[in-house]
């Protein structure tokens, strides 16, 4: 299973960026699919988790209400929409996969890995 994530960039507060995260190899047919993020010096945190089967989605706090998780299937890719970004949500952004199990805020709860992308988001 490989994850490719790409999306990231540069952007000034208030501005929009989409993230895609496909997914090669066998499918996640009732699995789960998160993002989380790094910060320079700081651990990496849960930001959002979306369920292939359901779509039922989970988010971090400080982001409800910003980013919108969705997925689509047929693609076997999931996309994060960060909208009214702030300098805060700087750092490299992972997304991840699991194919079993019901926990999504931690690192532990994910067996697949992407690469990351950088978001920089700009004051």
């Known amino acids: 299973v490989q994850l490719q994530a790409s999306g990231g960039g540069l952007v000034q507060a208030g501005g929009s960026l989409r993230l895609s995260c496909a997914a090669s190899?066998?499918?996640?047919?009732?699995?789960?699919m998160g993002w989380f993020r790094q910060a320079p010096r700081k651990e990496r945190e849960f930001v959002a988790a979306?369920?292939?089967?359901?779509?039922?989605?989970y988010y971090e706090a400080s982001v409800k209400g910003r980013f919108t998780i969705s997925r689509d299937n047929a693609k076997n890719t999931v996309y994060l929409q960060m909208n009214s970004l702030k300098p805060g949500d700087t750092a490299v952004y992972y997304c991840?996969?699991?194919?079993?199990?019901?926990?999504?805020?931690?690192?532990?709860?994910?067996?697949?890995w992407g690469q990351g992308t950088q978001v920089t988001v700009s004051s």
């Open positions: 991840a996969a699991a194919r079993y199990g019901s926990g999504y805020a931690s690192r532990t709860s994910y067996d697949y």
């Open positions: 190899g066998r499918a996640f047919n009732g699995g789960k």
């Open positions: 979306i369920w292939w089967s359901s779509g039922t989605e």
